[in-house]
T-cell receptor, first 115, second 111 residues
């Protein structure tokens, strides 16, 4: 099966600019996760979708970050405006169902540099 | 929310020796504990996982143990090889199906 796709792979912007990331999960996977991975740290969950509904966005900085998953397939994550501390790799992952014990598959990530 | 701590942050071993990485978690209701290997510039890859109703699981040179009472779990790699060099992350899945990750262990296997 095809893996999780993400684009772009790299993005460099200046602070206060806006940026959007795209994720296409594995076909049939109902659950989609967005993570932020700052250099030298573990992935931090930003938001979790089950189909097109939000399950958890408690760690999403909602004053600047937004995400949507229209039609329960592709998802976009947006940052507006970006800050220096947003420099990180943004990982998308998906799993078959929002049930326990389901392996999540990661995409290649988008490396964001904010100057 | 769940809090996962991981130790050590760096680990160097001689080729052929064993490596052990330890994690603790705070939410006693967490019930699934995967381990990921992440090579530089690449995505995390699942290497082994354990469910809360199991105490130990082994897959060739890799094993994971879980102590629910103490709320800690460990990754054991035996007969280490240079290709085992990478950053390893533990994670805990909560009853809400969210994953919380440790801070990572950078393993270096010296030939």
């Amino acid at each position: 099966e095809a893996g999780v796709a993400q684009s772009p792979r790299y993005k460099i912007i200046e602070k206060r600019q806006s940026v959007a990331f795209w994720c296409n999960p594995i076909s049939g996977h109902a659950t989609l996760y967005w993570y932020q991975q700052i250099l030298g740290q573990g992935p931090k969950l930003l938001i979790q979708f089950q189909n097109n509904g939000v399950v958890d966005d408690s760690q999403l900085p909602k004053d600047r970050f937004s995400a949507e998953r229209l039609k329960g397939v592709d998802s976009t994550l947006k940052i507006q405006p970006a800050k220096l501390e947003d420099s990180a790799v943004y990982l998308c992952a998906s799993s078959r169902r929002g049930l326990t014990y389901n392996e999540q598959f990661f995409g290649p990530g988008t490396r964001l540099t904010v100057l | 929310g769940e809090n996962v701590e991981q130790h050590p942050s760096t680990l160097s071993v001689q080729e052929g020796d064993s490596a052990v990485i330890k994690c603790t978690y705070s939410d006693s209701a967490s019930n699934y504990f995967p381990w990921y290997k992440q090579e530089l510039g690449k995505r995390p890859q699942l290497i082994i996982d354990i469910r809360s109703n199991v105490g130990e699981k082994k897959d060739q040179r890799i094993a994971v143990t879980l102590n629910k009472t103490a709320k800690h779990f460990s990754l054991h790699i035996t007969e280490t090889q240079p290709e085992d060099s990478a950053v390893y992350f533990c994670a805990a899945q909560t009853t809400g199906n969210q994953f919380y990750f440790g801070t990572g262990t950078s393993l270096t296997v010296i030939p």
